[in-house]
């Protein structure tokens, strides 16, 4: 079948067009894929060419994926674009956006165009828009849209009907109705299937769904993520704190949190922004990731001043300098794949406190186990390198002491820094990688000059 | 508000009364818990407590919740449930689940009991069944679930409104039907919005949406993802080879999907299995990990035998020793970022053959920045600790040298791992670090071998 292309095929040959277009500069060429192509594929294709020609692609895209387009690319990408675009193209990339998608993107525009906007906007819009405003844009509030259709719970299905009938469309999405009492209580969801469905005599408070539970508007976008995914919700009503109802979530607003949230996990424990422009200006990439090697370098100093401390007995078995990075290495490794382990469990709520010690111990176990197995392999090949069972046999123990340390402390670092309330996917291995070199370099060099002098 | 606890602290309370329970032995005062838990809280639960506790635990799921329950537990955790069940627990689990859902349960399931549950099927859901089964489970046919609606293009919205109101009921998450030819073939989605708003005596033809293109049924469920997260779909219709329809996907099954692509790169990059069970048997472990250390002691190896090459230097000059740590580790964290930053551009399509160079020009500026400013810095240290200029010079000169060689190398490894077909996030860490490590012991003691030996 033609369409079972790899989705990498297809980026790679749009890709491969762009770049022919933009080295002829036969750009109108572009004109036809760009129009066949959804707001997010412009998006993603945008951030994969370089930032000095992205105006110049810009500038095809159609007018009406502009205001979608800049949602979908990251914030680094919009705010140059942001920047290159005249006020009266901004403004017209808003128009007809849903009030949710416009209040994530009028935050990033300039002052000029967003006042332009409210004012060009009619009074119920400006008040929902400004209403979703008020909200943190990592909350309930701040993802919601308050494009609700509500009904009351004492009517009939046939009046429902009826009245939609009349409405003559429904907002994007739509596949339920939320019922609220006189004072704009959130009292049920009836979904449109049943509203076709069940016989229109029934009144709309004997069939409602009142299982879905009300989100708080303050509720963290993280929460509402879980929930969405616990719950299997296509979509959920949000209340404010006197139960009121003030909008409603569906679920790709979610998918984007759900992505957000695994992409974030990933760059942080390189110490990259999610954020970061594959292609963001050299001296821009170079000074933030100046910050993480300095933070590296402090810890690597850290590991080499324990080393120092073990000069006169370097100098006399140079074979202890050749092995150390071993023992050092072998830690880190062990070490990491605890510490993986308790980040996605603390991050999916599957690893806490009351739990962390019965882990701690199969951990341990596991350590101890490989710290034999690989202990034995190493030290039978550091003494037949260099004719020394001492120095194999202190080998061997220095690697299950290492493995006992990495898995201490692939349990103990994530949940310490959660009580400190550091994301321990940003630090995290940091941390563990200076202990695990701290204990492999010591217990290794340390039994060196215990054994080995002469 | 009550409800802004935060996830963790609710997971953290949740662990609690269960530990409580354990220990106490009243088992029973969690049944309220239990029954108040949707069946992905619970089979989180599950994975939460130590394996020898859970079957103690399962027996008090609510048996509605059982068919589901085992759907959201990891592989593992789910084979050793099963293994627990008597068949005929496990038969009265599958009642009432989706076919979609109930297909990918099956597969796990003893073959005696695959003979029950398909034997107590009507005919036509049997077949249904059948046909999910039939295509890989991670494929557009294996998350497909084939209870669409479907009406024909030439029958007026008000005979589909009667024809609804006759049926009585719609499968789960029915927002849309599919408007197929005489012949089978789809032709349209129809909202269920439309049905209600527009004039019943337009026919569906007229208002069908042709937008949506139907996913083949051999597409990967990963491109399945990319196409919902692309244009933010809801759900879409599957076809066959001859463009016949065969099912529909909503996007509560894609979620999944998008979740386990993130949690397999952040898994796979410690060498660990996504469905690895955070208490799975010791010896299991063990085992596993072995092999990841193992590979990486290979590596270790191949480093270490670039430092033997200077046994004789080292000898010499201890303070080699002390300082070679660094400039591998430095190293090591620099060409981790540039990887980090290509696999997740290659697994967005955002990165590929067409576009690495320029990348390749940015990450290499990055480097020399990055290593002349560490370079220096670490130059400056050296010198004053051990009283020698020239070994400052060095030590500075290599750290810009294996920058240089990490950006290369971070450049490189995937693009040629994704060639062979190898997955970047498995492989692609453990091949930078030895590349890096031994660039930066070769060229640290090979620059001290050149210029400090008397």
Known sequence: MSDAKTTEDQMESRLAHLNE?????????????LHS??????????????????????????EDDHGETLLHVNDEVRAELIDALDDDVLLAATEGMPIDDLADLIEDLPEQVTREVLHTMDLDNRERLEAVLSYPPDSAGGLMNNDTI?????????????????????????????VISRYGRYLGMLTLAKLLTLDPERDVSEVMNTDIEALPVDMSAAQVAKRFQDLDLISAPVVDEN????????????????RDEAEHSIMSMAGLDEEEDVFAPIARSARRRATWLGANLLTAFLAAQVVGLFEATLSQVVALAVLMPIVASMGGIGGSQTLTLMIRGLSLGQIGFGNAKTLLI??????????I??????????????GNPTLGVIIAVALVINQIGAAIAGVAIPLAMKKMGIDPALAGSVVLTTITDVIGFGAFLGLGTLFLLR
């Open 243 to 258: 139960e009121k109802l003030v909008g409603r979530i569906t679920i790709d607003d979610v998918v984007d949190v759900i």
């Open 362 to 371: 199969k951990e341990l176990a596991v350590a101890i186990i490989n710290g």
């Open 373 to 386: 197995l690989w202990g034995a392999v190493v030290g039978v090949i550091a003494q037949v390198w260099f």
């Open 21 to 33: 277009a933009l080295e002829s500069g036969r750009m109108r060429r572009l004109k036809p894929m």
């Open 37 to 62: 192509l959804s707001p997010a594929e412009i998006g993603l294709l945008l951030e994969s060419i370089p930032r000095t020609k992205r105006e110049l692609v810009w500038r095809l895209v159609p």
């Open 150 to 178: 509500t009904v009351r719970p004492d009517v009939s299905l046939d009046v429902v009907r009826r009245y939609l009938q009349q409405r003559g469309t429904l907002p994007d999405d739509t596949e339920s109705l939320f």
